[in-house]
């Protein structure tokens, strides 16, 4: 990452627990419960940390340790707002909330566009990278107001269309045909050492999926949904945008090859 860029990993201790009063969830096998957007879940402690931290999925809260916010959390919460908490200014709270989800969409392009800068194949679209990587990174830094008004859909079709052309050039040394999976129903698919690399799999559906001892090295995963996908063994290694919340959502193993940008989930056996 960039040390002119700010934190792009959740720092909670930082963070008024933004995700887990903003956001709504829905009672599921991510949630035991319903939560609206704006309340605070039944968990969350005074002091802004969660009172089952440590015990999230055996108490039906998965999703929780899926989600990540790429830093936006902290941003908000002691940048956009200097640090004033919900609870103690709680004529914040509406404001705070609707600017928390531009935020992450905000942290999560320059995500993106960050791993696209470090693609030395991508080095014909660095310049419009690095433009873009301006621009929003002045938009984290906007208050709260201008951010509220932020069309976010402009500017994500921008930077896609860069990172569109970015995933072109990073496949394009990736020897054999590679197959095209841009947006497939492959849930459930049965894939276990499928050959894989340079795959175009954005906006795949690769839910319960058996990826175990599959080759994704350097197929573009941006967008795709891993939830439960198995990747036990599989070969991650250069793979194009992959997320730390896409790893959390998936099993894995210690023979699972990851990217040295991402840390192994807890989970994974």
Not at 39 to 44: F, G, I
Not at 110 to 139: G, K, M, N, S
Not at 194 to 207: K, M, S, V
């Amino acid at each position: 990452m960039s040390h002119s860029l700010p934190l792009l990993q959740a720092d909670c201790a930082n963070c008024f627990a933004l995700c887990c009063v903003a956001l709504p969830f829905a009672k599921s096998t991510d949630f035991a419960v319903d939560k609206p957007a704006g309340t605070p879940c039944e968990n969350l402690r005074k002091d802004f940390r969660c009172g089952i931290h440590t015990r999230l999925r055996d108490q039906g809260f998965q999703g929780c340790t899926v989600f990540d916010c790429f830093g936006a959390g902290q941003q908000v919460s002691q940048v956009t707002f200097g640090g004033r908490d919900w609870r103690t200014h709680p004529e914040t709270r509406a404001e705070m909330f609707d600017v928390f989800p531009v935020m992450r969409q905000l942290h999560e392009l320059l995500f993106y566009v960050d791993q696209a800068l470090a693609l030395p194949d991508a080095a014909p679209v660095h310049p419009e990278l690095r433009r873009v990587l301006a621009e929003t990174e002045r938009w984290t830094r906007a208050d709260a107001g201008a951010l509220a008004d932020l069309d976010v859909t402009d500017l994500r079709g921008r930077i896609n269309t860069l990172l569109l052309k970015t995933s072109e050039l990073a496949r394009a040394k990736v020897p054999g045909r590679r197959k095209n999976h841009r947006g497939a129903d492959l849930m459930g698919a049965r894939l276990a050492g499928a050959n894989l690399r340079g795959a175009n799999l954005r906006g795949a559906y690769l839910i319960a999926a058996d990826l175990s001892r599959a080759d994704l090295r350097t197929a573009d995963l941006i967008g795709a949904d891993l939830r439960d996908a198995n990747l036990r063994g599989a070969d991650l290694r250069g793979a194009v945008f992959l997320t730390q919340p896409q790893l959390n959502a998936a099993h894995g193993d210690p023979g699972t090859r990851i990217p040295p940008t991402l840390t192994r989930p807890a989970h994974w056996t």
